[in-house]
């Protein structure tokens, strides 16, 4: 069973910036994929960011140029860097770590941007 911590969040302006990070651990199997999905009320929840073990990334193009993911292989960590947040942006932020089994779910952190 892998468990995924996440911390960083957090409330924060428009315009300011905040980083979330979320570590891995209890895997069996390489993760492949570690990533960042968000989900607001009344909203489905969406992909952010996903970064495989090489490095490819997936990016949504609602935060393209704003949020950035980079991964720590070593470590199974992955973060999240978010500048020039927005209200919109406002949503609980999970983080997922996928094996070529499973796919798992950290507890999500709260991320509030006022306006």
């Known amino acids: 069973q892998v468990q995924l911590v996440e911390s960083g969040g957090g409330l924060v302006q428009a315009g300011g910036s905040l980083r979330l990070s979320c570590a891995a651990s209890g895997s069996r199997f390489s993760i492949n994929v570690m990533g960042w999905y968000r989900q607001s009320p009344g909203k489905q929840r969406e992909l952010v960011a996903t970064i495989t073990t090489s490095g490819s990334t997936n990016i949504a193009d609602s935060v393209k140029g704003r949020f950035t993911g980079s991964r720590d292989n070593a470590k199974n960590t992955v973060y999240l860097q978010m500048n020039s947040l927005r209200p919109e942006d406002t949503a609980v932020y999970y983080c997922?770590?996928?094996?070529?089994?499973?796919?798992?779910w950290g507890q999500g952190t709260q991320v509030t941007v006022s306006s």
């Open positions: 997922l770590a996928r094996t070529t089994w499973d796919t798992y």
